[in-house]
Nanobody
Framework: QVQLVESGGGLVQAGGSLRLSCAASGFIFSINAMAWYRQAPGKQRELVASIASGGATNYADSVKGRFTISRDNAKNTMYLQMNSLKPEDTAVYYC????????WGQGTQVTVSA
């Protein structure tokens, strides 16, 4: 059974930082690309950042320069370091395994106040 558990969300003021974690199990984490998505109220879920098994990364333009995606294969964990947070970053953040076998975790709420 694939399990994805997001954590680290919370309430912060604009300009603040948070680090999200995604603990994965049920598949060979080290050989799979992974991604972070987010969904704001009334909006579609969108791709925020992705990381290949070898460490190559990609970011949505809206977070480029502010967010950093990383992974620790020894811990089966992916991270999203979020700096210079803006109210527009408010959303539920989800991690996902890339490819046809991807699934969703429960998400973690990030709220950024003005």
């Amino acid at each position: 059974q694939v399990q994805l558990v997001e954590s680290g969300g919370g309430l912060v003021q604009a300009g603040g930082s948070l680090r999200l974690s995604c603990a994965a199990s049920g598949f060979i984490f080290s050989i799979n690309a992974m991604a972070w998505y987010r969904q704001a109220p009334g909006k579609q879920r969108e791709l925020v950042a992705s990381i290949a098994s070898g460490g190559a990364t990609n970011y949505a333009d809206s977070v480029k320069g502010r967010f950093t995606i990383s992974r620790d294969n020894a811990k089966n964990t992916m991270y999203l370091q979020m700096n210079s947070l803006k109210p527009e970053d408010t959303a539920v953040y989800y991690c996902r395994r890339a490819g046809p076998y991807g699934s969703w975790g429960q998400g973690t709420q990030v709220t950024v106040s003005a």
